[in-house]
Each structure stands twice: as C-alpha cells, then as structure tokens.
C-alpha cells in the first residue's frame, strides 16, 4: 500500500540585506558605462546619487573637487574603459629555513 506524505510547509524569511551607498554608486557606474564608453571612454568620472556628477583625466582632482562640492560623502569614481580592470590580491610566501652549513 502506498502511504501519501505530506509535510507543512516552512515559512523562512530572509531579511533584505541593504546596500550600502558605495555599492549603489558603483552598480550606478557599472550600469552607466556603455553610454559613458562613448562621450567620456578614457576619463575617470564621479558618480553621486547614482548620476555622473563630474569627470577629468587626473582622478586625484577629481575626487578633491566632488568632495569640496558635496562634502565627504562616499561616491565612486572610476575609469572610462572597455578594458577589464586587474585586481592585485596580496599574498604571502612561506619562508623555507636556509640549510646551514
């Protein structure tokens, strides 16, 4: 004989996690550069409130003049290119005793 089993049905619920401004303004830029490949391709811009608020050549500036405008507030500036970004990830080396003499 077959014996149908059914179980009660768990209700789990998973609190959103919120994004944090910085990640906003990069997923900002992330989803802005195909537009900003062609008017800005080569520049760094300044993305605040999910919009490009400024750009320029030299990103040093360009982060000094956002700040001075909207004060010290996170923003995300990045470079204008097709090219994937290389990330560099520290690693370590495990020094091997030298044999002694």
Do not use: C, N, W
């Not at 401004?21 to 900003?36: G, I, N």
């Not at 956002?66 to 994937?84: E, K, M, N, Q, S």
């Amino acid at each position: 004989m077959t014996q149908i089993v059914t179980q009660s049905i768990v209700e789990v619920l998973v609190p959103l996690v919120e994004v944090d401004k910085a990640e906003r303004e990069y997923r900002a830029f992330r989803r802005l550069l195909p537009q900003l490949l062609l008017s800005h391709r080569g520049q760094y811009v300044a993305v605040h409130d999910g919009e490009v608020v400024d750009f320029d050549t030299d990103d040093i500036s360009l982060i000094q003049r956002v700040h001075a405008r909207f004060g010290y507030v996170p923003i995300h500036v990045g470079l204008v290119t097709d090219r994937p970004t290389l990330l560099r990830v520290p690693h370590y080396h495990e020094l091997q005793p030298a044999d002694s003499p």
